[in-house]
């Protein structure tokens, strides 16, 4: 696999489900020991996406979070599911996503009672920023499923352990709510996959956990009424709009980085870009003592930087025009329908791709005739592609 991809395990098959609804063209890929992923592609991710499923506990996550880190050599781990909300002031259905995991079973056993001795693991400042950044913009909620409420997104701690609570009253819960106080959610994966990730040199790692009860003894209640399905479907959507976004960001600089060999203290003191100009019969020379990364020849163009940006202002900018009312649903859809249908040909590349995103950029625009604002974004869009073609 010539892209490294994004790395997106779950560990029940409502979870599974929840993400591959967004697969397109999903492939299976085979581990050797047996483990199936499937490999496929979202509509505003540069990179592929290979998911995965790993079952109940901290335990079989590990392992099978190595597994894949091995097999993908991926840019970035996600864990993306369903869990307990600790707090009364957690709603059914808001998203959490974790700036640190405990493994809160740990500890030592004395005269004087247990003391705990937790491990934590902390997200990486990258992609807690990533994930900041993918809940101020509000665009993720585009993926959301049609007619669904807009959940609240919290960032704090998540504790993960091997117990399964549904209660507030029990010895067990009196101790998580003491001892992890800051904690927001409570579940039993987390830490597994925390764990495998550091011990690969740190991978950059998100954990987003829908709330689908509050592990105070009415789980059976909740699940009847089907918040995991709604839990899920949340933290779903809040994990395709960050792949996309840490796929774009850490992607791109891991793979500046192994373009230079590591452990070469000159590398700081040189110059990140040469920029030379000549006109007429000039001639232009450099000289340098060693280059790392690519050279290029020619005229500098800042459409390919800046294109997949614009695409997504626009597919923001229609979605707002939707809640709005700016536009009614059944334009909405077709228009939603014609930006993918673009987004995906210039993923195919080549001269064929370019022009069917072409077409479908000037199908959109005929729709969006009566909003001289989205017409121009969508100008904008088909200016970059044909220049860049």
């Not at 540069?46 to 099978?64: D, E, F």
């Not at 809160?104 to 705990?116: I, L, P, V, W």
Request: proline fraction near 4%; include cysteine.
């Amino acid at each position: 696999m010539s892209e490294r991809p994004i790395v997106v395990l779950t560990a029940f098959d409502l979870e599974y489900q929840a993400v591959r609804r967004y697969l397109s063209r999903p492939r299976v890929h085979r581990h050797p020991a047996g483990t199936r992923f499937e490999v496929g592609r979202l509509a505003d991710c540069p990179a592929p996406v290979a998911l995965g499923l790993v079952g109940k506990g901290n335990h079989p996550a590990a392992v099978l979070a190595e597994r894949a880190i091995g097999e993908f050599s991926p840019s970035a781990l996600m864990f993306v599911g369903i869990a307990g909300a600790l707090w009364p002031d957690i709603r059914l259905g808001d998203v959490v996503v974790a700036t640190h995991v405990y493994a809160y079973h740990g500890g030592t056993s004395e005269d004087d009672g247990f003391k705990a001795r937790p491990r934590v693991w902390e997200a990486s400042h990258v992609s807690d920023q990533i994930a900041r950044h993918v809940h101020r913009t509000g665009t993720w909620t585009r993926y959301l499923p049609p007619g669904a409420g807009v959940p609240t997104v919290r960032f704090g701690p998540i504790a993960a352990g091997e117990v399964v609570q549904n209660s507030s009253i029990s010895a067990h819960a009196r101790w998580v709510r003491l001892t992890y106080n800051d904690a927001l959610a409570i579940e039993m994966e987390a830490a597994g996959v925390a764990q495998a990730a550091h011990l690969n040199h740190a991978l950059p790692t998100a954990v987003v956990r829908g709330i689908s009860d509050r592990a105070d003894g009415t789980k059976v209640a909740t699940d009847g009424k089907g918040w995991q399905t709604v839990a899920a479907a949340n933290a779903a959507a809040f994990a395709v709009a960050l792949a996309g976004e840490l796929a774009r960001e850490i992607g791109m600089g891991h793979k500046d980085e192994a373009a230079r060999p590591a452990g070469r203290p000159e590398r700081a003191a040189m110059i990140n870009k040469v920029v030379n100009k000549a006109q007429g019969n000039a001639r232009v020379g450099i000289q340098v003592g060693a280059v790392y990364g690519n050279v290029t020849i020619g005229q500098e163009t800042g459409a390919g930087l800046d294109l997949w940006g614009r695409i997504e202002e626009l597919r923001g900018r229609l979605e707002q025009a939707r809640r709005n009312r700016e536009i009614d649903e059944a334009t909405y859809a077709a228009a939603a329908e014609e930006l993918s249908a673009a987004s995906g040909s210039l993923k195919e590349g080549g001269g064929r791709g370019t022009q069917k995103a072409l077409l479908s950029l000037k199908k959109l625009r005929g729709l969006l005739a009566d909003s001289s604002e989205l017409v121009a974004l969508v100008a904008t869009v088909i200016s970059m592609i044909a220049g860049a073609s």
